[in-house]
């Protein structure tokens, strides 16, 4: 080709310029979305800022005192309102949303699957409030019996018995999470579990194991960090989760005494009081926002490691751990 | 090590123990045990919702704007006219910002991005987004668009704290989608000529595009649930108003507020309103089914 002249199958300058122009458009949008985050994230620790003075960042974090009135902003009954109903949605919410994944993948006729599935994801289609509406009128009340009844038998035991139930507590905040977080745990470990070689189901199945054994020795081994991290991400969403919480937690801003007790969390805390807060008081609560979102931040990232790691296709170690577990079955029939 | 047939006592010993077919039959009951008890809240919320939500519903209940009217037995509530047409106002201006954006950086990521250190940033911030709680999308718009130009809530800022929210969804379905379509089409078309921009709008995005719908059906009906971002960014008025400038009800927003009332009345209110929203989601969730199933590629 002679230089300077363009080939004829070259596009001129002019008819090259609608593909540079998507290029750096879209490529300028994707870096919109980084510098939106970092721009959001920076004007929040703005206004978190003067809380923090206030307070110190660990005072804000650890103090155990929230009072507006006397301008005293310690955290601390939000933050384990937070974890504790995030805990009692993962105890709770976990072990269903396996078994769920279990039942729809191992145990259910194949017909039944769809429908199974179909079923569960409803639940999350299900929004925050109507969640919030039912549990109050519906779920807290019915409850409040057998609470009662629990909190006189186990009283020996500090937080969980001894005191008064009343209608909204913690308790019922971390089952209603525990029912909005079901749908994204169980759909994550049935999607783990789909990447389970039938091979090692087969080969558990074939050494003589029943299906429970199975299940045991060749699954659920091979989906554990899979699991954990949907866990994770779910944990991710009961710490997030505002305005179901915020009807059914009750609300006080001390930390509750007991397990059935009415507690505050620090999404409940902002959806309710950023009304009408000014000041130093708007400032603290942008400050429990900062907290929230960087303790989501972190859950999720280590969701996401774990839920990638075990997604991604599994090497020889594995398929040698899972020989080593199917060893005792293994021995047991041959042995007998 | 023989290789005689085995005895019947041989065949004995291949059989499964009283206790470990105990056990088997334990861990299965369990395991059915607890899927039963994670459908027994879905049906308990239907029943509910059915039950309460269907007393409240008449004609007037969706033709009239709720009132201020909550201490006086006599006079009327009102009904839910401006929560729905709010709902539907916000969600769909935010539908139009969060959609296109989506699929362009879908697009770029798939199409130009690809494993590039600056697409797998973008891939990780799009998933910071995905974590990040409802109810701080609110108050980052609360941030900017409130404090930020000294004004107050308005319905377009609630539309921006949900289309926050959906980008994310968008993003990560349409790029899901985007990747199935075959690198043979690319390769067809731009050995035919076609510059890029072409490809992408002529050949690649049609092609996805009905698979993309599900992904974006299914982040609308996210939005149209979500209270925490409106509650300081769009709410609350009671008036219907088709000014996205103006303060905005919206049906998650005035469930919210009727749930704390004393009023039996306004508490069935909110009954009523959520049986609505939650037939409104359903039916976005429906028709995104369908259409995966029609697409090929979903």
Redesign the interface.
Known sequence: MPGGERSILERSPLARLPDRALKYGLTTLAGLILALIVYFFVRLVGEAHPAFAHQGVFGFVFGNDWNVSANKFGALPLVLGTLITSALALLIGVPIAVATALYANELCPLRLRGLLTVLVELLAAVPSVVYGLWGIFFLAPKLQGAEQWVADRLSFIPFIGGGTVTIPNYFVAGLILAIMILPIVSAIAREVMATVPADHKEAALGLGATRWEMIRTAVLPYCRAGIVGGAMLGLGRAIGETIAVTIVIGDAPQLGKHLFGQGYSLAAVIANEFGEATGLHRSALFAAGLVLFVLTLLVNALARVLVSRASRTRGSSSTLRAADEMQPIAEAVAGA | MSAQAPTGEQFA??A??PS??R??R???G??????V???I??V??IY??LK?GLGSWSWSFFSTDPTGNTFFKTSSIGGIKSAILGTIEIVALASVIAIP?GI??A???V???RESW??Q??RF????????????FG??IY??LV?GTGSSYAGYKGSLALSLLM?PVVIRSAEVILLLIPGSLRESALAL?A???KV?FRIVLPTALPGMVTGILLSI?RA?????PL??TAATTRNTDFNLGHFMNSL?VQ??ND??SPTTSV?NR??GA?LT??VM??LL?LIA?LVSRRSRLA
């Open positions: 010993r291949f499964v123990s470990r077919r056990k088997d334990l861990a299965r369990l395991i059915t045990a607890g899927t008890i994670a459908l809240p879905l308990l919320v509910y919702l309460k954006i362009g950086v697009v770029w990521l199409e130009y991005g600056f697409a940033l973008v911030f799009v998933d910071v987004l995905t974590g990040v709680p409802s109810i701080v108050l980052f941030i900017v404090v980008l000529g510059p890029r921009w992408i009906a149209a649930g979500e209270t925490a509650l300081f998650p469930i919210y749930v704390t508490v909110a009954w959520a929203l939650v989601i359903l969730n089914r």
